[in-house]
Every structure is written in C-alpha cells, then in structure tokens.
C-alpha cells in the first residue's frame, strides 16, 4: 500500500519560512516513484481544498498557484522518493493543512502534471501550517 507521510509543518511568524517534505512508501517495482508526478494541495478551515505545486515525474516541468508564485517552489529527489515544498514570506493566508498527493504519469510525458487534483492517485494525511500575523 502506497504511503505518503508530510512533515515540516507547524507555527511560524508572517514572513518566515517552512520546508514541507513528502516520503512515499509502499511503492511497487512496477510502479517505482520516478513515474509519480507529485503535488501540494492546501485546505483551510472552512474553504475547499485549493492546488498550490506540482512536479512532473522528471522534474522538469513544475507549477505553482499565483497565490504562492514567487514565495513557494516545489522540487523532489526521486533516489530518496521525496518531494518538497519550501515555502518563503508566508502570510497568514497560507494558513491550512497542506496534503501531497502522487499521480502515476507514466504515459503522459515527463513533462505532465495535475493542477486540479482530480487524477491524483494517492493523498497523505496531511500537515498544519499555521502563520502567525
């Protein structure tokens, strides 16, 4: 069973910074984490959830919310099967439980991913993040 297991959440004033990681586990030979494309998915209290990064299973191709263009960048280390989300001069609107999401891409293009997370294969649990103003 596919895991993905977020961390680096937690309490941070306006203007600091975080770096959420990814690990995923429990993958199969046949479907080995280099063919995952990989997003950051956000949800606050009382507000759907919201796309916030992606990252192609190459690497080359990533997207990020205008809300966060600028400020977030998402990169991943497909040897360590991570993805990462580092976040710089949060606000108190990035306030939300981010989740990381896997989308098995193999046959769509190193290049492809999901902004609407609605092909994502596998959710984590998910990790607070909560900016303080």
């Known amino acids: 069973q596919v895991q993905l297991v977020e961390s680096g959440g937690g309490l941070v004033q306006a203007g600091g910074s975080l770096r959420l990681s990814c690990a995923a586990s429990?993958?199969?030979?046949?479907?080995?984490?280099?063919?995952?494309?990989m997003g950051w998915f956000r949800q606050a209290p009382g507000k759907e959830r919201e796309f916030v990064a992606a990252i192609s299973w190459s690497g080359s191709s990533t997207g990020v919310a205008d809300s966060v263009k600028g400020r977030f960048t998402i990169s991943r280390n497909n040897a360590q099967r991570l993805v990462y989300l580092q976040m710089n001069n949060l606000k108190a609107e990035d306030t939300a439980v981010y989740y990381c999401?896997?989308?098995?891409?193999?046959?769509?293009?190193?290049?492809?991913?999901?902004?609407?997370?609605?092909?994502?294969?596998?959710w984590g649990q998910g990790t607070q993040v909560t900016v303080s103003s």
């Open positions: 429990g993958l199969t030979l046949g479907r080995p984490f280099d063919f995952y494309a």
């Open positions: 999401a896997a989308d098995w891409t193999y046959s769509r293009g190193s290049s492809y991913y999901d902004a609407l997370g609605e092909e994502y294969d596998y």
